[in-house]
C-alpha cells in the first residue's frame, strides 16, 4: 500500500500500517483505522436494531434474557454450552422462554460470567422487557 492511500482520518482509534514511501521503502506509518472511521456508525446502527428486535421478542415471550445474550454475542448454542461449562441439551432447554424461571441460580452466574455481566442484569433483562 502506498503511504498516501495508508491514511485514514480517525483520532479516536490509530494503527499501525507499514507504507511503501515515495522512495520505494517501507515504513510504519501511524494513522485512523480505516474500518471504524467508515464503518462504525453502521454497526453500532445495526445493533441497536438487532437489540430493540431481541427486547420485542423478549416482550412477546418467543425469546428469553438467555438467548437475548447469547445472540448479542454471536455464540452458538454449542459455544455457550462450552463457555458456560453447561451440557448441551441443558442450554437447550434453557433458552425456551418459559424455562427461564427454572433456571437454577448457579446456571445464571455460569451464563453472567461467559457474558460478562452480573446475574441481576440478566434477571432484570428478562422482566423488564416483560408487557
Known sequence: MKEK???A????QQVILYVEKEDGKYEA???GSYISANYLDDYFFKRNNLEKALEEKIRKSEINAIEYYMVLEDLTISELAARAGLMKWIVKRHLKPGNFSGIP???LKKYSVVFNI???EILKRQSGNRK
Open 9 to 12: 482520518e480517525c483520532p479516536e
Open 118 to 120: 452480573t446475574v441481576d
Open 105 to 107: 441460580e448457579s446456571a
Open 29 to 31: 506509518m501511524q494513522t
Open 5 to 7: 492511500d495508508g491514511y
